[in-house]
């Protein structure tokens, strides 16, 4: 796990709280930061995950998914990330090459993927989806904030206690081929 999670895991309190409408000017303000450091080597940049749902209580975790060319080339975005002053947590070269960064206060993770990975549409399928289905919505929020009330051992523990939820909502999205 030290080689995925940088800093071995760690366990944190799983707070959900109700939606913020700053939540959509502090990814405006991080996708600048981000553009800037990145210098067009960003070929998109989209607000994810519950904060990016109008009215989906949420962690107050601002997640952004980045597409680059290559995820694993990690010389082409790594140093000016860290120079921007963000974080390498997560290194995950049997998942999609996705690397995650996140800010010091731990407020916004940024998630790296490559050209053309279906993690990403995921994430955008599932997102609209809550955008404009408030059953899911509500749906989504219930499990979330009964999830919230247990004791995890890690954040990610909690992220796979939502898989079967997600999967579904997922699947109402993108229609089987």
Same mark, same amino acid.
């Given at each position: @796990?030290?080689?995925?999670?940088?800093?071995?895991?760690?366990?944190?309190?799983? *707070?959900?709280?109700?939606?913020?409408?700053?939540?959509?000017?502090?990814?405006?303000?991080?996708?600048?930061?981000?553009? =800037?450091?990145?210098?067009?080597? +960003?070929?998109? +940049?989209?607000? *994810? /995950?519950?904060?990016?749902?109008?009215? &989906?209580? $949420?962690?107050?975790?601002?997640? +952004? =998914?980045?597409? *680059?060319?290559?995820?694993?080339?990690?010389?082409?975005?790594?140093?000016?990330?860290?120079? $921007? /002053?963000?974080? !390498?947590?997560?290194?995950?070269?049997?998942?999609?090459?996705?690397?995650?960064?996140?800010?010091?206060?731990? =407020?916004?993770?940024?998630?790296?993927?490559?050209?053309?990975?279906?993690?990403?549409?995921?994430? !955008? $399928?599932?997102?609209?989806?809550?955008?404009?289905?408030?059953?899911?919505?509500?749906?989504?929020?219930? *499990?979330?904030?009964? &999830?919230?009330?247990?004791?995890?051992?890690? @954040?990610?523990?909690?992220?796979?206690?939502?898989? =079967?939820?997600?999967?579904?909502? +997922? $699947?109402?999205?993108?229609?089987?081929?």
């Amino acid at each position: @796990m030290d080689e995925v999670f940088i800093g071995g895991l760690e366990k944190r309190q799983i *707070v959900i709280v109700d939606y913020d409408s700053r939540w959509p000017e502090k990814f405006q303000r991080h996708a600048k930061i981000l553009s =800037d450091a990145l210098q067009g080597r +960003i070929l998109a +940049i989209e607000h *994810v /995950g519950s904060t990016s749902v109008p009215e &989906l209580a $949420a962690k107050p975790i601002v997640d +952004i =998914d980045i597409i *680059v060319e290559d995820s694993s080339n990690e010389a082409t975005y790594l140093p000016a990330l860290i120079h $921007a /002053g963000y974080v !390498l947590r997560v290194r995950e070269p049997d998942w999609h090459q996705h690397r995650m960064f996140r800010t010091s206060e731990l =407020d916004v993770h940024i998630h790296i993927f490559s050209r053309g990975c279906v993690e990403f549409t995921r994430h !955008l $399928a599932f997102r609209d989806r809550l955008r404009t289905c408030i059953e899911d919505r509500l749906l989504y929020e219930s *499990v979330k904030r009964r &999830l919230a009330e247990k004791d995890w051992s890690d @954040m990610n523990s909690y992220a796979r206690a939502k898989s =079967d939820v997600v999967e579904q909502i +997922i $699947a109402r999205h993108i229609p089987r081929r």
